[in-house]
Nanobody, 118 residues
């Protein structure tokens, strides 16, 4: 059973930085897209950033210019560099790998908590 494992979350002061990482626990066919989502208490899960195999990216408006998503295709890892963090960035962050045909899948991690507070 493949699992995605996130790391790098924690407590940081406003204006600070964190770098999240995510990798698959087992061997998988390369994902077409890798993404980060987040969910704050009482809110729906939302897309933060997504990156394709070719490196195309898209970001939520709220994080543009502050967050950067990147991936290592050889290792099937995805990263999220978060700078200039704000209290409203506090949430559980989840990684997501999606592959279409052949050998399609849609994997989710269990999440890592990010708290931005003074």
């Amino acid at each position: 059973q493949v699992q995605l494992v996130e790391s790098g979350g924690g407590l940081v002061q406003p204006g600070g930085s964190l770098r999240l990482s995510c990798l698959a626990s087992g061997t998988i066919f390369s994902p077409d897209t890798m993404a980060w989502y987040r969910q704050a208490p009482g809110k729906e899960r939302e897309l933060v950033a997504r990156i394709t195999t070719g490196g195309s990216t898209n970001y939520a408006d709220s994080v543009k210019g502050r967050f950067t998503i990147s991936r290592d295709n050889a290792k099937n890892q995805v990263y999220l560099q978060m700078n200039s963090l704000k209290p409203e960035d506090s949430a559980v962050y989840y990684c997501n790998f999606v592959r279409t045909t052949p050998y399609s899948y849609n994997y989710w991690g269990r999440g890592t908590q990010v708290t931005v507070s003074s």
